[in-house]
Nanobody
Framework: QVRLVESGGGLVQAGGSLRLSCAAS????????MGWLRQAPGKEREFVAA???????TYVDSVKGRFNISRDNARNTVYLQMNRLKREDTAAYYC?????????????????WGQGTQVTVSS
């Protein structure tokens, strides 16, 4: 079983940047496909970005060109670099993991979750 802990959230002005980290323990991260999902107040959790074990990534259209997901298997950590942040990016961001060779978009496809980190973008 893998444990995930997110960090790096905070308050940032629109147009600014944040980098979220997801540190894994218990199992080596290289065995897992990883994803970032977010949940804004009053809304359902939605897919943001995902990365395969070999580093192939995909993004929801609203963050393409602004966000970048990466992984450092040696550090057992996955990152989400968020640039040109917008107010609509405000949400709790969750790191998730599952075994498998592809990347995964649906919340139901992930087995392991972190506790979340809050990102608030002010105007």
């Amino acid at each position: 079983q893998v444990r995930l802990v997110e960090s790096g959230g905070g308050l940032v002005q629109a147009g600014g940047s944040l980098r979220l980290s997801c540190a894994a323990s218990g199992r080596t991260l290289s065995s897992y496909a990883m994803g970032w999902l977010r949940q804004a107040p009053g809304k359902e959790r939605e897919f943001v970005a995902a990365i395969t074990r070999t580093g192939i990534s995909t993004y929801v259209d609203s963050v393409k060109g602004r966000f970048n997901i990466s992984r450092d298997n040696a550090r057992n950590t996955v990152y989400l670099q968020m640039n040109r942040l917008k107010r609509e990016d405000t949400a709790a961001y969750y790191c998730a993991a599952r075994s498998g060779a592809s990347y995964y978009l649906a919340e139901s496809e992930y087995n392991y979750w972190g506790q979340g980190t809050q990102v608030t973008v002010s105007s």
